[in-house]
T-cell receptor, first 115, second 115 residues
């Protein structure tokens, strides 16, 4: 079964710290992997998308890496700020089994950045 | 920046009633999706829609659910006879035409409460 797991479930850090969020997935035959941010009661904001042929993507203070062979992705946040506090979701689109359209989500990591 | 809009933001309905959730995808996108998130659980795929037909649906998307693109801008999800377990946040999403590596853009969701 194709599943996505995120560790840790929650993380609390002081402002200014660099941090890493982890995502692991079964089945390395992915099409792409997308990181989202979800604020309480709100929708999902796309942060970064990594294609299966890429190793990493960067946007501002965010850097996402992808290692298909080990079934892992990490989201690195540099110099964290209280405004980064949110739930971060990892989602995978697989290209096997005829499913080219759906994303499978992890449960997310709840990040709290303390001033 | 263009965005996906969903209405209403919150809908309360009685068990057994029909509900229609509405979405306006980004205007130049042709792939449309519905996802849902039961409180405290993962975001789950319901259905994808392209070229006026369902491309893929999950086991959750049973005969009680239907989708429609009634005009050039709206995309709707109908639940014919709501159950208590349909209570969830429902997210609409869209992605760009013929580009599977385009990120999905999500709306802010409709919180459906079935009493």
């Amino acid at each position: 079964k194709q599943e996505v797991t995120q560790i840790p479930a929650a993380l609390s850090v002081p402002e200014g710290e660099n941090l890493v969020l982890n995502c692991s997935f079964t089945d390395s035959a992915i099409y792409n992997l997308q990181w989202f941010r979800q604020d309480p009661g709100k929708g999902l904001t796309s942060l970064l998308l990594i294609q299966s042929s890429q190793r990493e993507q960067t946007s501002g203070r965010l850097n996402a890496s992808l290692d298909k062979s080990s079934g892992r992705s990490t989201l690195y946040i540099a110099a964290s700020q209280p405004g980064d506090s949110a739930t971060y979701l990892c989602a995978v689109r697989w290209n096997s089994g005829g499913s080219n359209y759906k994303l499978t989500f992890g449960k997310g990591t709840l990040l709290t950045v303390n001033p | 920046e263009p965005e996906v809009t969903q209405t209403p933001s919150h809908q309360v309905t009685q068990m057994g009633q029909e509900v229609i959730l509405r979405c306006v995808p980004i205007s130049n996108h042709l792939y449309f999706y519905w996802y849902r998130q039961i409180l405290g659980q993962k975001v789950e795929f319901l259905v994808s829609f392209y070229n006026n037909e369902i491309s893929e649906k999950s086991e959750i998307f049973d005969d009680q659910f239907s989708v429609e693109r009634p005009d050039g801008s709206n995309f709707t999800l109908k639940i014919r006879s709501t159950k208590l377990e349909d209570s969830a946040m429902y997210f609409c999403a869209s992605s760009a035409r013929q580009d599977y590596n385009s990120p999905l853009h999500f709306g802010n969701g409709t919180r459906l409460t079935v009493t």
